[in-house]
Nanobody, 115 residues
Framework: QVQLVQSGGGLVQPGGSLRLSCAAS????????IGWFRQAPGKEREFVAH???????AYADSVKGRFTISRDNAKNTVYLQMNSLKPEDTAVYYC?????????WGQGTQVTVSS
């Protein structure tokens, strides 16, 4: 059974850092494209970052240079390191695994950036 279990997140002041984790079970995530998305109140879910099976990464312009996506194959886990956080980064963050023809989502984790 495919599962994505997220951890991390919370409340942080502007300029601070957080790391989100997405632990996979039921499949080997290194063989698939894994992404992070976020959804702020009243807004649609948007792309944040992804890491392809070959290891290449891509980022939304809004987070480029501040967020880093990485993968630990031994732990079957993908991470999102978020630095220089801004209030506009406040959202529920979701990890996503694209296992054609299906997409799987983590349970979501709240990130709040506020002083």
């Amino acid at each position: 059974q495919v599962q994505l279990v997220q951890s991390g997140g919370g409340l942080v002041q502007p300029g601070g850092s957080l790391r989100l984790s997405c632990a996979a079970s039921g499949f080997t995530l290194g063989g698939y494209n894994i992404g992070w998305f976020r959804q702020a109140p009243g807004k649609e879910r948007e792309f944040v970052a992804h890491i392809r099976s070959a290891g290449s990464t891509a980022y939304a312009d809004s987070v480029k240079g501040r967020f880093t996506i990485s993968r630990d194959n031994a732990k079957n886990t993908v991470y999102l390191q978020m630095n220089s956080l801004k209030p506009e980064d406040t959202a529920v963050y979701y990890c996503n695994a694209n296992l054609p023809p299906l997409n799987y989502w983590g349970q979501g984790t709240q990130v709040t950036v506020s002083s």
